[in-house]
């Protein structure tokens, strides 16, 4: 079984950085395709980002160009980096570990809000 905690969420002006952080225990991580979603508030939640566990990666439309995910099979951790946010990445964003399209387990989340 494998637990998920998220990190490194927080308020950050338009224009702006952060990097989430997700920390999975408890398992082989390696094996693991490793996906980003977020959720906003009345929305439904979807998917940001994915990694499998070959490395191949997937964006959502909206944030190509400006979100980049990584992992680390070394430190047992996927990183989201967004650069440019803007107001409508405001969400709580959630970490998954999945096998293809069976998630296995979620983190609680991390909330991210673009404000001025």
């Known amino acids: 079984q494998v637990q998920i905690v998220e990190s490194g969420g927080g308020l950050v002006q338009p224009g702006g950085s952060l990097r989430l952080s997700c920390a999975a225990s408890?398992?082989?991580?390696?094996?693991?395709?490793m996906n980003w979603y977020r959720q906003a508030r009345g929305k439904q939640r979807e998917l940001v980002a994915g990694i499998t566990s070959a490395g191949s990666t997937n964006y959502v439309d909206s944030v190509k160009g400006r979100f980049t995910i990584s992992r680390d099979n070394d430190k047992n951790t996927v990183y989201l980096q967004m650069n440019s946010l803007k107001p409508e990445d405001t969400a709580v964003y959630y970490c998954?570990?999945?096998?293809?399209?069976?998630?296995?387990?979620w983190g609680q989340g991390t909330q991210v809000t673009v404000s001025s």
């Open positions: 408890g398992s082989i991580f390696s094996i693991y395709d």
């Open positions: 998954n570990a999945a096998v293809g399209p069976l998630p296995v387990a």
